[in-house]
C-alpha cells in the first residue's frame, strides 16, 4: 500500500464507512439482496486498511492526522497512535465477522428491510471508528451521536417490543448526550479550546474553578449513560433484548466499550495531567460504581431465563469491570480495562451470535426450553459458546482470565480490597449461570417427540464460520495477551505519566 | 436578587426550560410528551452555548480590509454558532428517528399512553 | 538447573492425546491405544527425570509469560518429581484398570471419560512441575474443570447435584486461591516456590499473615479434604471406581495436599509458620479430621463412603505430619502421600471390582465374598493392613515416620491420636475382611469366580507396590528426606 496514502488511513477509514452507508441504500433500491455483500465488502477493505494503518503505526510511530489540512487546535484532530488503531482493527474485524453472520439471519428476522439495516449498519461501524480515532472534544460529541442515533435505529427493528425499548434508549441517550454538551460548553467558557492534548495542557490552570468542575461532572455523567455504567445502565436490558440478533451481537460488544474508551481517554489523557492524585476521589467512586455494577449485574443476570437477556445483564456487569480498571486509575487499572474492552468485544459477540445461531435452529432462546438435543444438532455453535462462556467466568488459558488477573493485580496494589472480593464473587456467580445452561445443553435428556417441530441441524457455514473465529480469537488473546501487551499498550501509558 | 435576575436573566430561562424538559421526560406519560419534553431540553443546550457566545458591542468576524490592529474582544467568536448548527442538525435528525419510532409503537400497539402500553405487554 | 524439554513433555504428552482420543471415538481400540500411549509416554518420561534431579538440580522446561511479569514455568524439583512419579505411575496401572472397569460395565460416553481422564494428569502433572504459583493456579483450575465431566460421568440427578457440589467447592477454592496468589506476589515481590519460605516474618502484619494463611488452606484445603471443606468428596464417589480411584484418591486429593506442602514449605516456610501460630491452626484442624473421618467412617455401610472418609482422614495424616513442622513429620508426611495413594488405590480397585463382577456395593453384603474372588480380597486385606499400619505393608513405615515427627516437634497429641485413628482404621477395615473370608457366601456368589484379568492384574500389581515400598522404600523416603532437609535448612529441593 502507498504509504501516503497510509497517512490519511484514519480518515480513510470513517469515510469508506459513511460513504458506503450511503451507496448501499442507492444499491439497495436497485437490488435488495445487494445490501449485505456491500456492506460486507466496504467492512472488508476497511479492516484491511486499518491493518495495514496499525502496521505503518507501530512502524514509524503515532500519527496526528489534521482534518482539512486545518492545524490542531484549531482543527480537527484524530490521533492514530498503537491503541486507537488497534481498536480501530479490532471495531473493524468484529464488525466484518457479525455483518457476515447476518447474511442468512438478518432477511429471517427482519425480512423487508434489510436494506436500511446494513446500511445503517454501516454508518454505526463508522461512528465506532470516529470515537475511537478522534482528538477533537465536540467531534467526539458528533460521532458518538452517530452511533447512538444509528444503535436506536437498528435496535428499534425487531420484535414488537423492540420499537418501545428503542424509544427509551432514545429519550435516556438524548439526555445523556445533552448532558456532555452542556458539560462541554462550560469546559469552552473556561478553556477556549475543544482539542483534547490542548486541553490537558489548559487544564492545570483552571482546574479549581466551579465551572471547570460542573463540567467536567456533565461530561463524565452523559459519557456514563452512553457507556451504561451503575447505576446509569436502565435502558440496556431492554434494549439489547428486543433488537433483533445481529444488531444486538454489533452493538453490544462495541457500542458501550467505545463510550468507555472515552471516558478512559478522557480520564487518563485530559484529566490526569491536571488532577493526578487529586482525582482519587473521583476514581474511587467510578471503581466502586464498577464494583456494584459486577455484583448486581450478575445477581441479575442469574435470575434470568431467557438467554439474551441474561446476556444483557451480564453485559452491564461486564461494563463494570472496566470500570473499575479505569477508577483505579493505576497502570495495572489501565492495562486491565482496556484487554477487557477487547476481550469482551470477543466474548459477547461470540455468545450473541451464538443466540443468533440458537433462535434461528431451535426458533427460542428461552433456557428453560433447552435440552440436550441442541447439543447434538449443534455441536460445534455450543462448543463455541462454551469457549465464551468459560472466558466470561474467567478461567485460564481464555481471554477473560487474564483481563481479570490484570484488574485484580490493581486491586491489591491500591489495597481496595471490597473491589477484589466483588471481582472474585463475579467469577463465582458467572459460573452459576453458565454451568445451569451448559446442564441444560449437555445433560438434560431431550423429551420424546420434542417440541414438534423438524431438527434444522448446525446453523449454515456462513452463520457458525464467525462464531467459531471469535471462539479461537479468544483462546489466542488470552494466551497472547502478553504480546498485546507490550505492543499496544506500553507505548501509550508511557504517554500518559 | 432583582439585579441577579436582571444580569442573568438569560441563564435563569435557561434553567427553567430545562426543569420544564425534564418534566416533560419524567412526568408526563404520553410518548409524545415526552419526546417534546426532551426537544426543549437539548433547545436548552443549545440557547446555553449560544448564550455563552454572546458578546456585547461586537460584530460578525469579518476583517474589513484595512483595519488594524485587530482587536478580539470586537469580534464574536464564530465557533460556538458553528458547533451549535451540528448540534441543531443532530437534535432534529433525533426527533426524526424519535418519530419513526413512535409510529412504529402507535401501529404496534394503538396508543402512545405508556400506562396503556405497560398493560399490553 | 538443566534445560530439557523433558517436564514440558511430560505435562503435553497427556494434554496431546485428548483430541486424538475425541476423534478416535468410532474405534474403541485406537482411542484405547491413544490413552495407553500417553500413559506410558508420561511414564517413561517422568522416569527419566529420576538420575538428573537432586538436591543441587532442578530440570526445568524454561519460561512462558503468560501474564506480564510473570511466567509460566514447569521446573522440576524433588518435590515435584516425588509427586510426579506418583501421578505418572498409578496413571499407567489405572489406564489398565479402567479400560477393563468401562468395558466390563458396558459404560456410555466412554470417550469423554478417557479424554477427561487424560486433561486431569496433565493437569495434574503440571501442578505437580509448577515453579511458581502462577503456574500452580492455572493447572488447578484446569484440574478442577477437568474432573468435572467425570464427575457427572453418569448423568443421573444424583450425579448432577454431586457435580454441581463439587464445583461449588472447587470455584470456591479457585477464587480464594486467586485472592491468595495476589496478595502473596504483592507482599513477597515474587511468586517463586523457594524452599524454606518466600515470605517472612514481618512482610505482612499477624492477623493479615494469618488471613492469608487462611486463604490458601481454604484454597488447597477443599482439594485436600480438610474438614469442614471435605463435603464433595463422599458426593463425587457417585462417579465410576476408577475416577475415584485415581481421582479421589491420587490425584485431585494428593494436589491438595502438595499444594499444603508447597504453601507450608515453600511460600510460607516454618520459621514464618511458627511465628505466627499457623502450624497450631493446621494441626488442629487436621487432627480433629483425622478422628472425626474416622469415627464417620464406622458408620458408612456403602463400602465406596467408607473409603471415601478413610480417605479424608488419611489426608489429614499428612497435613497433621507437614504441619508439625520437624524434618520427620515433614518426611513422613511426604512418604504417607505415595504410601496412602497405593494402598487406597488397591482399596478402591478392589471396590469396583465388586461392583462390577458381583454388583455388590455394600459392605453388608459382602459376606464370603474372598471365596470367589481371593485375589481381589487378599489385595483388599493388605491395603486394610497398611493403612491401619500394621508391617509388612507400607502404611506401617509413613506411620512410625510421623510419630517420630511428633516426638521431634515436642507434641504427644499427634502421636496420640495416629495411634487411636490406627485403631479406628482398623475397626472399619478388617470386619469387612473378616466377612469376606469367614463368613459363609449369599446366593450365586460362589459360582461367580474372580473379577476379569483386566481388573485383577491391576489389582495386584497396586497391591504388590504397597508390600514392595515396605521392604524397599529408598527411592521416595530418599527423596522425602531430602525435601525436608532443604525446607528446614534452606537451599535447593
Not at chain 3, 464445583?167 to 516456590?193: C, D, K, P, S
Request: glycine content about 10%; overall charge neutral; aromatic content about 10%.
Amino acid at each position: 500500500m502507498r504509504p501516503d496514502l497510509l497517512n490519511h488511513a484514519p480518515i480513510l477509514i470513517i469515510l469508506l464507512f459513511l460513504g458506503g452507508a450511503m451507496v448501499a441504500v442507492l444499491a439497495g433500491l436497485l437490488q435488495r439482496r445487494l445490501a449485505q455483500p456491500w456492506a460486507v465488502g466496504i467492512t472488508g477493505s476497511a479492516t484491511l486498511l486499518s491493518l495495514f494503518g496499525l502496521a505503518r503505526v507501530l512502524q514509524e510511530g503515532a500519527l496526528r492526522y489534521q482534518l482539512g489540512g486545518w492545524r490542531a487546535p484549531i482543527g480537527i484532530e484524530l490521533i492514530y497512535d498503537p491503541l486507537s488503531a488497534f481498536l480501530v482493527v479490532v471495531i473493524c474485524a468484529v464488525s466484518l465477522l457479525v455483518l457476515i453472520h447476518g447474511r442468512r439471519i438478518v432477511p429471517e428476522e427482519i425480512p423487508g428491510r434489510e436494506v436500511p439495516f446494513f446500511a445503517v449498519a454501516l454508518m454505526l461501524i463508522g461512528g465506532l471508528c470516529g470515537i475511537v480515532l478522534t482528538g477533537d472534544l465536540f467531534n467526539l460529541y458528533v460521532f458518538i451521536e452517530i452511533v447512538s442515533l444509528s444503535s436506536y435505529a437498528l435496535l428499534g427493528i425487531g420484535t414488537k417490543r423492540s420499537p418501545l425499548s428503542a424509544f427509551r434508549y432514545l429519550v435516556m441517550g438524548t439526555t445523556a448526550g445533552s448532558f456532555y454538551l452542556l458539560g462541554l460548553a462550560l469546559i469552552f467558557m473556561r478553556t477556549g479550546t475543544l482539542n483534547m492534548t490542548d486541553l490537558a495542557e489548559i487544564l492545570p490552570f483552571v482546574s479549581g474553578q466551579v465551572p471547570v468542575l460542573v463540567g467536567l461532572a456533565f461530561i463524565l455523567v452523559g459519557l456514563s449513560l452512553k457507556a451504561a455504567i451503575f447505576p446509569l445502565h436502565g435502558w440496556l436490558p431492554d434494549a439489547y433484548t428486543d433488537g433483533c440478533s445481529t444488531a444486538t451481537a454489533l452493538i453490544a460488544p462495541l457500542g458501550t466499550k467505545t463510550a468507555l474508551y472515552a471516558i478512559l481517554r478522557f480520564v487518563f489523557f485530559v484529566l490526569a495531567p491536571a488532577y493526578g492524585a487529586g482525582a482519587a476521589p473521583i476514581g474511587t467512586i467510578v471503581a466502586y460504581a464498577g464494583a456494584a455494577a459486577i455484583v448486581w449485574g450478575s445477581f441479575m443476570a442469574m435470575s434470568q431465563k431467557e438467554l439474551k437477556r441474561m446476556l444483557a445483564y451480564s453485559s452491564v456487569a461486564q461494563v463494570g469491570y472496566i470500570a473499575l480498571g479505569i477508577g483505579l486509575g493505576s497502570r495495572y487499572g489501565l492495562i486491565g480495562a482496556v484487554l477487557h474492552i477487547l476481550n469482551h468485544a470477543c466474548m459477547k459477540a461470540c455468545l450473541f451470535l451464538v443466540t443468533g445461531n440458537l433462535r434461528r435452529n431451535v426458533g427460542h432462546s428461552y433456557l428453560p426450553n433447552l435440552d440436550a438435543s441442541v447439543r447434538r444438532e449443534m455441536p460445534w455453535s455450543m462448543a463455541a459458546f462454551c469457549v465464551a462462556a468459560i472466558s466470561m467466568i474467567g478461567l485460564p488459558p481464555t481471554a477473560g482470565f487474564f483481563s481479570k488477573w490484570y484488574l485484580a493485580l490493581g486491586t491489591v496494589e491500591a489495597g481496595q480490597w471490597p473491589l477484589l472480593v466483588a471481582l472474585l464473587v463475579s467469577t463465582l456467580l458467572n459460573g452459576v449461570y453458565f454451568f445451569r445452561i451448559f446442564e441444560q445443553v449437555y445433560l438434560k435428556p431431550a423429551r420424546e417427540g420434542a417440541s414438534g417441530r423438524e431438527a434444522r441441524g448446525e446453523a449454515p457455514l456462513s452463520m457458525l464460520v464467525p462464531t467459531l473465529i471469535f471462539a479461537v480469537l479468544l483462546l489466542i488473546l488470552g494466551i497472547g495477551n502478553v504480546y498485546i501487551v507490550t505492543t499496544f499498550l506500553e507505548p501509550i501509558w508511557a504517554g500518559v505519566l | 436578587m432583582i439585579d441577579f435576575f436582571a444580569e442573568h436573566y438569560s441563564h435563569v430561562c435557561i434553567v427553567v426550560l430545562i426543569g420544564v424538559g425534564f418534566f416533560g421526560m419524567v412526568g408526563k406519560r404520553n410518548l409524545v410528551k415526552k419526546l417534546i419534553g426532551m426537544s426543549v431540553l437539548q433547545s436548552a443546550i443549545i440557547l446555553f452555548w449560544l448564550v455563552a457566545a454572546f458578546k456585547e458591542d461586537a460584530t460578525i468576524p469579518i476583517v474589513k480590509d484595512g483595519v488594524s490592529p485587530i482587536v478580539p474582544e470586537e469580534y464574536v467568536n464564530p465557533l460556538p454558532h458553528a458547533l451549535m448548527l451540528t448540534a441543531i442538525v443532530v437534535a432534529v435528525v433525533t426527533s426524526g428517528v424519535a418519530i419513526a419510532l413512535l409510529v412504529k409503537i402507535y401501529r404496534n400497539y394503538g396508543t402512545l399512553e405508556e400506562d396503556q402500553i405497560l398493560e399490553q405487554l | 538447573m538443566i534445560e530439557s524439554l523433558v517436564p514440558f513433555a511430560a505435562v503435553m504428552a497427556p494434554l496431546a492425546a485428548i483430541p486424538l482420543i475425541a476423534a478416535s471415538s468410532r474405534w474403541p481400540n485406537i482411542r484405547e491405544l491413544w490413552t495407553l500411549l500417553a500413559a506410558f509416554a508420561a511414564f517413561f518420561l517422568v522416569i527419566s527425570l529420576i538420575p538428573s534431579v537432586d538436591a543441587d538440580t532442578l530440570v526445568g522446561s524454561g519460561r512462558f509469560f503468560i501474564v506480564e511479569g510473570v511466567p509460566l514455568e514447569l521446573k522440576v524439583d524433588q518435590t515435584g518429581l516425588f509427586f510426579g512419579l506418583i501421578a505418572s505411575t498409578l496413571w499407567l496401572v489405572t489406564c489398565f484398570y479402567s479400560i477393563g472397569y468401562v468395558r466390563e460395565h458396558r459404560e456410555k460416553h466412554q470417550t469423554r471419560y478417557f479424554a477427561a481422564f487424560a486433561a486431569c494428569i496433565g493437569s495434574t502433572l503440571g501442578i505437580a512441575f509448577s515453579a511458581n504459583l502462577v503456574t500452580f493456579l492455572v493447572f488447578y483450575e484446569m484440574l478442577s474443570l477437568a474432573t468435572y465431566p467425570l464427575v457427572i460421568h453418569s448423568e443421573s440427578p444424583k450425579a448432577i447435584r454431586s457435580g454441581r457440589k463439587y464445583l461449588t467447592y472447587a470455584l470456591t477454592a479457585g477464587i480464594a486461591l486467586i485472592a491468595a496468589v495476589l496478595w502473596t506476589g504483592n507482599a513477597a515481590g515474587t511468586y517463586e516456590f523457594t524452599a524454606g519460605g518466600i515470605l517472612e516474618p514481618g512482610m505482612l502484619s499477624p492477623s493479615a499473615m494469618r488471613l492469608l494463611f487462611l486463604l490458601f488452606i481454604v484454597a488447597v484445603g477443599v482439594k485436600a479434604g480438610l474438614m469442614p471443606l471435605h463435603g464433595w468428596l463422599p458426593a463425587a464417589m457417585v462417579a465410576p471406581t476408577p475416577v475415584s480411584a485415581l481421582l479421589h484418591a491420587v490425584a485431585v486429593v494428593k494436589s491438595g495436599v502438595f499444594g499444603v506442602i508447597r504453601v507450608v514449605g515453600f511460600v510460607f516456610g516454618p520459621e514464618t509458620m511458627a511465628a505466627y501460630g499457623l502450624d497450631t491452626m493446621l494441626i488442629v484442624v487436621s487432627g480433629t479430621t483425622i478422628l472425626l473421618a474416622s469415627c464417620i467412617a464406622l458408620r458408612q455401610d456403602n463400602l465406596k463412603a467408607r473409603l471415601a472418609y478413610s480417605t479424608v482422614g488419611h489426608l489429614s495424616y499428612i497435613v497433621l505430619g507437614i504441619a508439625l513442622l520437624s524434618k520427620s513429620g515433614f518426611a513422613g508426611g511426604m512418604l504417607h502421600m505415595v504410601n496412602h495413594a497405593t494402598m487406597k488405590i488397591t482399596l478402591f480397585f478392589c471396590a469396583g471390582a465388586i461392583m462390577v463382577h458381583l454388583h455388590k456395593d455394600r459392605v453388608s453384603q459382602l459376606d464370603g465374598i474372598g471365596r470367589a474372588m481371593p485375589w481381589t480380597m487378599g489385595a483388599f486385606a493388605i491395603g486394610s493392613l497398611g493403612l491401619a499400619g500394621v508391617p509388612p505393608v507400607n502404611g506401617f513405615l509413613s506411620k512410625w515416620l510421623l510419630c517420630e515427627g511428633s516426638l521431634e516437634a515436642g507434641l504427644n497429641l499427634p502421636m496420640v491420636i495416629l495411634l487411636t485413628s490406627g485403631l479406628l482404621n482398623a475397626a472399619y477395615f478388617f470386619p469387612i475382611v473378616y466377612r469376606a473370608f469367614f463368613r459363609a457366601p449369599a446366593e450365586g456368589v460362589a459360582e461367580k469366580g474372580e473379577a476379569p484379568p483386566m481388573l485383577v492384574v491391576p489389582i495386584c500389581i497396586v497391591a504388590g507396590f504397597s508390600l514392595l515400598l515396605f521392604f524397599w522404600p529408598d527411592l521416595f523416603l530418599g527423596l522425602a528426606r531430602d525435601v525436608a532437609s532443604a525446607v528446614f535448612g534452606g537451599g535447593q529441593a
